[in-house]
């Protein structure tokens, strides 16, 4: 049965009925086929149990998973205070795990699913959504051990001033947790990942940093740094719009002859930087600014890698996982990245994605994944 794929978005006052209409378009779309697999990606404005109840309402027991995103995206571009529903029918089956302790120990959680991976029979990926404001994403992907088959995740963003937001896997939801699925069948699987941020000269010393708080940098607040850098007072950069554009000036961390992004979530009062990756005391650092026309090349690039991995073979469908930051630096141009990725892979596949405050891709060089900032990922499906 060849690989088919409908895609359902709706608005609605609250959760449980954005998740049904959302659902009831996508199954319409899909005509007579039974969805083996699904993807939802709500708005983080919706309660969870809502959305959860609204589609599992219509898909039973389908196997699904799923994320919070400040706005979700298609082939349309940009959807606020959406639920976004992706369904796909044909040879696969899924199977979803659910683990509520990524929060408490990720690097436990990563143990657990590389466990599971090790089970699985020839699986063709697996694609995990984790806390993107709760939990080491650094430890969990340093857990697990490279599989023969790509290993693709996102951590979910929400709220950015409460630091909320939450995860789907079929009929459980919750903060703090990851929900994963490994998919088999004839499908195969391309990965792309690119981001537009480059060096502009500005070199510091991380000179103090405390798990996920980046403290100094050239033994002054992180925020006193970036107030000298782009004269606003220090105390502004406490407080929102700052405290969150912060994002769109990450710092390039030297990691062996590599430079890895590093952002901040948020700036936190006493002028420390809440990332959600610890960066190490001591490692140079460079500022990094992004610019439309290098996130549009960076979309291209992704797509490009992602078809090159189906070795010719016709993408059905897409899920794109982009850094919030994307959204903050296209906020004049919103769905500027679909539109690049569609020049690449064509305007008839379909296209699900959301904003994400990491994302977690197959490492070329590393026995494990690897966590990226401020990139985009282009996931290409296609039959095999």
Known sequence: MA??????????????????QATHHALNRLGS???GFGFVISSYQYQAREVVSGVSGLLGDTPMIGFSSSAGLTSNGLHHNSVLVALLAGDLQAETR???????SGRETGSQLSKQAAEQTDPRALFFFADGFNGDADQLCSAISNESFPLIGALSSGDLHTGHSYQIAGPQTGTGALSAAFLRGDIRVGVGASHGWNPVGSQFRVTRSRGFWLRTLDG???????????GYPARDWAFPPLSHLARLYPLGVEQGDQLVIRAPIRV??????RMNAP????????????????????????????????????PMFAL???DIAWQMLLKSHPGAEITAVQDILGKDVPIVGGYTLGQIVPAKD?????????????VAFAED
């Open 33 to 35: 086929s039974t969805p």
């Open 220 to 230: 002054r607040p992180a925020s006193e740094t970036y107030a000298q850098l782009f």
């Open 320 to 322: 794109i996982l982009v």
């Open 279 to 314: 960066v190490r005391d001591g490692v140079d650092a460079y500022l990094l600014v992004g610019s439309r026309s290098s996130c549009e090349n960076a979309a291209q690039q992704a797509a490009q890698q992602a078809l090159q991995q189906l070795d010719g073979k016709k």
């Open 98 to 104: 659910w683990m509520p302790g990524y929060a408490q």
């Open 366 to 378: 590393s026995a494990s994944p690897q966590l990226l900032n401020q990139h985009i990922v282009v």
């Open 3 to 20: 690989l088919k794929v409908s895609i359902g978005n709706a608005q609605a006052l609250n959760g449980r009925e954005a998740g049904l």
């Open 268 to 273: 936190e009062a006493d002028g420390s930087f």
